[in-house]
């Protein structure tokens, strides 16, 4: 799968998961775990709020992936 096909399914997965914890029953301060959009497959602890407001789902320093690293989860230099 090419890196920008397996970005567009983590993030539908993200917005999936960001779905159900919409449901009114959940505390909204609850910490919930996403999958890393590089394509590592890390997961990321975030409440909603953070995913909200982010810029995306990234471990940390895997931001940089985008840029033309070669392998998942490696973050280019």
Do not use: Y
């Not at 397996?6 to 959940?26: L, Y």
């Not at 301060?29 to 602890?45: A, I, K, M, Y």
């Not at 909200?52 to 840029?67: F, M, Q, S, T, Y």
């Amino acid at each position: 799968m090419a890196v920008g096909a397996q970005q567009g399914t983590i993030q539908s997965v993200n917005r999936t998961i960001r779905e159900f914890a919409e449901d009114p029953r959940i505390p909204p301060d609850d910490v919930w775990e996403f999958f890393c959009e590089c394509g590592c497959f890390r997961l990321v602890q975030l409440t909603l709020t953070q995913f909200d407001e982010g810029d995306g789902v990234w471990a940390p320093g895997h931001k940089l992936r985008i840029a033309g690293s070669p392998e998942p989860g490696i973050p280019s230099a």
